[in-house]
């Protein structure tokens, strides 16, 4: 699908930022680049779609050398994700889905269909938010809305820097899952570019990491895990793996202790502006530090058009299930998933709330535990696939 042959790119003023790459990509894989602030990899990205040209080497898209197709088509047939979004702010959610549909003629009504099939996809009711503006919606349907629009015609290959980076951990974390149940779907070739190992390991097929501008290891998540080619990549896995066996943590070990909350009494107005400055789809409610229920985004909308000022707690469905922070994390992993939640929460004996552990922070522990105990690949499996 897509094959590096010697592509090296130097940049005026002598940054050799890829040297001498040779890749290639097979049709399905989901590749992931990985490596430090720096290393190339938005560099290398780009060379694919030709937004920065290399300095020597050759590219080839479908067995076509890149240098003689036809840069508009071909980057019409390419999605791209860029990080930060990008939405533009003047057109509607479905303008900005179908951005590339539109450019290739799609009649109206196609184009429609393809919008609500996708805003569908990712749970959003197409007649809430086909026609709202990018800045009302929360940071992690704005990132929804851009995977979408890289995937509305149906591209070959999908391009992606970074795209959950902007996000606040807990968001972070559930468009990751929502997006690894998507892109089993999808069946898509995408080059993913990320330096999170977790989301790497959580995603990936095949993982390849760089330094300085040159591959140091390109290996499935498994053999990157197990046999690091040098101690770069063990200080990288490293950093994403905690020491301790998954059997002897609790629920505090793990927890995010400082999730984001809205009081109960406050407006519905003030919860939006909440979600959408800590870029989170959900809100925990709380009174006084004592936990009520969660508000989600979706809930809110039908309500704030009449009501900007109704409580949270009047639109706010029951608390999600809730665990001790002494409780083993084991048992916690039970509960999440026995009943399909995103997130538990962790409230004292008196129902204050304390944290909430999330689906992808087990994830990365069952991985840890994986690397620190050498035989746990059933885990990694049952951790990863059961999502
Ligand atoms: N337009 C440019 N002109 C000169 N040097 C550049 C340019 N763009 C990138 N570089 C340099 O090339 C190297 C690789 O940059 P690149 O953007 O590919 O890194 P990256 O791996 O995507 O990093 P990050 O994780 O921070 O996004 C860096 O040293 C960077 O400073
Ligand atoms: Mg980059």
């Not at 840069?71 to 303008?95: D, S």
């Not at 549909?101 to 805003?119: A, I, S």
Request: net charge neutral.
């Amino acid at each position: 699908m897509v094959t590096f042959e010697h592509v090296t790119k130097k940049y005026k003023g002598g940054t050799e930022a890829v040297r001498d790459l040779n890749l290639t990509i097979e049709k399905g894989q989901f590749v992931v680049l990985i490596g430090p602030s720096g290393c190339g990899k938005t560099t290398t990205l780009k060379m694919v779609n030709r937004l920065i040209e290399p300095t020597s080497g050759e590219i080839y898209f479908q067995g076509q050398k890149t240098s003689a197709l036809n840069l508009v088509e071909m980057r019409r047939n390419i999605g791209y994700v860029i990080q930060n979004i990008g939405l533009l702010p003047h057109l509607t959610v479905a303008a900005n889905i179908a951005l590339v549909p539109e450019l290739k003629g799609w009649p109206r009504k196609k184009r429609e269909e393809r919008v609500d099939e996708l805003l569908s996809m990712v749970g959003m009711e197409p007649s809430i938010y086909r026609n709202r503006y990018p800045a009302q919606l929360s940071g992690g349907q704005q990132q929804r809305i851009g995977v979408l629009r890289a995937l509305a015609a149906d591209p070959e290959l999908i391009l992606m820097d970074e795209p959950f980076g902007a996000l606040d951990p807990l968001t972070r974390e559930q468009l990751q899952l929502e997006f690894k149940r998507l892109k089993e779907r999808l069946k898509k070739t995408i080059i993913f570019v990320t330096h999170d190992m977790n989301e790497a390991l959580l995603l990936g097929d095949r993982i390849i990491v760089m330094k300085d501008g040159v591959v140091v290891q390109d290996d499935t998540p498994e053999g990157i895990l197990r046999h690091p080619a040098n101690e770069f990549v063990a200080s990288f896995v490293g950093r994403a793996a905690k020491p301790q066996a998954a059997s002897d943590l609790l629920v505090r070990d793990v927890m995010n202790p400082a999730p984001i909350t809205i009081e109960a009494k406050r407006g519905l107005g003030e919860a939006l502006k909440r979600m959408q400055k800590y870029k989170v789809d959900s809100l925990l409610v709380v009174s006084d530090g004592v936990l009520r229920g969660l508000v989600q985004a979706r809930d809110l909308y039908p309500h704030l058009i009449r009501d900007e000022r109704l409580p949270v707690e009047e639109v706010a469905t029951p608390p999600p299930v809730t665990v001790t922070a002494d409780m083993p994390l084991s048992q916690a992993a039970v509960h999440l998933t026995a009943h399909g939640h995103n997130l538990v929460a962790v409230v004292s004996p008196e129902g204050r709330l304390e944290g909430v552990v999330t689906r992808a922070s087990l994830v990365g522990v069952l991985v840890d535990s994986l690397n620190t105990s050498g035989d746990g690949g059933a885990q990694l499996s049952a951790g990863g696939g059961g999502q």
